[in-house]
Nanobody, 124 residues
Framework: QVQLVESGGGSVQAGGSLRLSCAVF????????MAWFRQAPGKEREGVAA???????TYADSVKGRFTISQDNAKNTLYLQMNGLKPEDTAMYYC??????????????????WGQGTQVTVSS
C-alpha cells in the first residue's frame, strides 16, 4: 500500500520561502512520476511541478523560476522548495504519485496516489 505524507507547510510573508516534504511509504518501483499539486478554496486542483524516475522535471508557468522539485531516493522523500512566495501561492499543497509509468505529467487524473495535504499561507 502506497502512502504519501506531506509536511513543511506554514505561514510566511510574501517574498519568503518554504520547503515542503513528502515521505513515501510502501513502494520502491524503478519507474514512477511524482508531483506537487495545490488547491485554493473555490478553485480547481492545479499541478505545480512533477519529477520522474529519470530526474526529468516540469513546472507550471506560474511557479517557474521560483519553485524547485527534487527527490532523495535514499530517503524516499520528495521535496518542493518554494522561494519568492506570493499571496496567490496560498493553497493546500498535495503530493501525488503514479507508479510503473514512463512519462511526466502534472495533470491530476494521471495520479493514483495522494497525500492528505499541507497548508501554505502567504500574507502580503
Amino acid at each position: 500500500q502506497v502512502q504519501l505524507v506531506e509536511s513543511g507547510g506554514g505561514s510566511v510573508q510574501a517574498g519568503g520561502s518554504l520547503r515542503l516534504s513528502c515521505a513515501v511509504f510502501g513502494y520502491t518501483y524503478s519507474s514512477y512520476c511524482m508531483a506537487w499539486f495545490r488547491q485554493a478554496p473555490g478553485k480547481e486542483r492545479e499541478g505545480v511541478a512533477a519529477i520522474d524516475s529519470d530526474g526529468s522535471t516540469t513546472y507550471a508557468d506560474s511557479v517557474k523560476g521560483r519553485f524547485t522539485i527534487s527527490q532523495d531516493n535514499a530517503k524516499n522523500t520528495l521535496y518542493l522548495q518554494m522561494n519568492g512566495l506570493k499571496p496567490e501561492d496560498t493553497a493546500m499543497y498535495y503530493c501525488a504519485a503514479e507508479i510503473g509509468v514512463g512519462y511526466l505529467s502534472i495533470l491530476p487524473g494521471y495520479f493514483g496516489y495522494w497525500g492528505q495535504g499541507t497548508q501554505v499561507t502567504v500574507s502580503s
